[in-house]
């Protein structure tokens, strides 16, 4: 049975905030530009071209680590990974802090090390010693797009818009369409995460 694009009574999917949810569909884009090596921004807009969120930061200590802000530049989210391991672990954090796992909203990694398909795992905070993800993404290694879920409940889409020409200018653009009632912070969190673990 396919379950509808959007259905009332549905619960809301609220990680961030409340206030990254809305009562409709939503479509966003993302645009990816390569600053230097080490670093790269995103920024997400609404299709009328209002900044919602961005995203920057770059590798330190071997570590990855993003910030994700609002249009201010107010911090709201904080991505630390670990890439130099076959999991390929993310914590994500409220605002900058990261001080251990106090304050750790959800963690990210591959439901195993040697993959033919995309597949990964994310854990709530009060799930990280369960076997069984809170959310779940799914997709191919050819192609950054991919598709979450929460349970077999469809969250939000994501496609990647790749081109040659962009790529050599360092310059990547997303699609993004969050379904009602879906923290839309939270999906570009995983686009980011994503993004970093499939950039060589």
């Known amino acids: 049975m396919k379950v509808p694009e959007w259905a009332y009574g549905v619960p809301p999917v609220t990680i961030v905030g409340q206030n990254y949810c809305t009562p409709h569909p939503l ?27 961005q995203v920057d930061g770059g590798v330190w200590n071997f570590q990855l680590k993003r910030v994700l802000r609002d249009p201010a530049g107010f911090p709201i989210l904080t991505l630390r990974g670990k890439v130099l391991t076959l999991w390929h672990k993310w914590e994500a954090h409220a605002s900058e802090r990261t001080d251990g ?20 795992n994310i854990f709530l905070a009060n799930n990280f010693k369960k076997k069984e993800p809170d959310f779940h993404i799914t997709g191919a290694y050819t192609s950054l797009s991919f598709k979450v879920y929460e349970g077999r409940r469809l969250i ?7 081109t040659l020409e962009s790529f050599c200018k360092g310059k990547e653009k997303y699609r993004v369409k969050v379904y009602p009632e879906v923290d839309y912070a939270f999906i570009v969190a995983l686009l980011v995460i994503l993004d970093e673990n499939d950039t060589p």
Request: net charge positive.
């Open 101 to 120: 796992n106090n304050n750790a909203l959800f963690t990210v990694k591959q439901s195993h090390p040697l993959q033919i398909k995309k597949e990964i």
């Open 156 to 162: 939000a889409e994501v496609k990647h818009n790749f």
């Open 27 to 53: 479509e966003l884009i993302v645009k990816k530009k390569i600053k230097k090596l080490s670093s790269a921004q995103f920024e997400v807009f609404d299709l009328t071209g209002n900044l919602l969120l």
